[in-house]
Nanobody
Framework: QVHLVESGGGSVQPGGSLRLSCAAS????????MAWFRQVPGNERVKVAL???????NYAESVEGRFTISRDNAKNTVSLQMNSLQPGDSGMYFC?????????????????WGQGTQVTVSS
């Protein structure tokens, strides 16, 4: 079992920045691939960014160059730095964990989810 707790959401104006954090605990979370997903009402959760246990990253095309995912395996945390935020970035952001990075890369669903943190980008 892996337990995930997100923090750092909030409201920001277009062009602003936010940093989301996720604290992981449980069975060897440092060995898991980690991810951030976004969900808006009425839609499925969509991948925003992935990071393998070794630091390999993958981003949704819409956030490439604006968002950066990182992890600190010693602290069992993963972060998402979001810059140049746009209204289309708004939604509930979920931290997720999965044993295999490849599964997430090819569209599989994570084994574990956090409760989510809301991000609202609006003027």
């Amino acid at each position: 079992q892996v337990h995930l707790v997100e923090s750092g959401g909030g409201s920001v104006q277009p062009g602003g920045s936010l940093r989301l954090s996720c604290a992981a605990s449980g069975d060897l979370p440092s060995k898991y691939a980690m991810a951030w997903f976004r969900q808006v009402p009425g839609n499925e959760r969509v991948k925003v960014a992935l990071i393998s246990s070794g630091g390999t990253t993958n981003y949704a095309e819409s956030v490439e160059g604006r968002f950066t995912i990182s992890r600190d395996n010693a602290k069992n945390t993963v972060s998402l730095q979001m810059n140049s935020l746009q209204p289309g970035d708004s939604g509930m952001y979920f931290c997720a964990a999965n044993p295999l990075f490849g599964d997430l890369l090819h569209g599989g669903q994570p084994a574990y989810w956090g409760q989510g943190t809301q991000v609202t980008v609006s003027s």
